[in-house]
């Protein structure tokens, strides 16, 4: 586990749902760390096709899979998320999913924010996250 260090100040709400702490509100990355950037993920599997049209749970679970895959080839792995940016085109629709969430995100518990969008890449996409990891050099 890296050095990062993450706080739950006493005077922010953490947030839950479904008894999920959903993030932490900050991280902070000391010196001798590298930074590893990842482009929004979407629920494509290795030939590009769309998994899960229309459902989002697994779309939800690809987007992991895909970070993890993301995460692994610069050295990385999932607890070393710092932050994420998620996008979904129904928010409603994604909080009712946060386990699975939880089962990619909850080990590192990045920093997070979440966004409603019209629309992602293509209509059948419905989530898309873009995620910031960190490394001990």
């Known amino acids: 586990m890296s050095a990062v260090e993450r706080v739950q100040p006493e005077t922010l709400a ?7 702490v959903l ?5 902070s990355v000391p010196a001798g760390h590298r930074l590893i950037f990842v482009s929004g993920q979407l629920a494509r599997n290795a030939l590009g096709e769309i998994v899960g049209a229309a459902d989002m749970r697994v779309q939800i679970r690809q987007v992991g ?23 979904v085109t129904d928010i409603d ?9 939880h ?3 909850g080990p590192a518990l990045p920093t997070s924010t979440t966004i ?16 910031i990891a960190c490394v001990k050099e």
């Open 116 to 131: 409603e969008v019209r629309r992602l890449a293509h209509p059948d996409l419905l989530v898309e996250i873009e995620a």
């Open 103 to 105: 089962e990619y995100l």
């Open 65 to 87: 899979e895909n970070l993890k895959a993301a995460l692994a080839a610069s050295g990385a792995g999932l607890d070393d998320l710092i932050k994420t940016t998620t996008f």
């Open 23 to 27: 993030y932490n509100h900050v991280v």
């Open 14 to 20: 953490q947030r839950r749902v479904n008894g999920f």
């Open 93 to 101: 629709e994604f909080f009712k999913h946060v386990d699975v969430r």
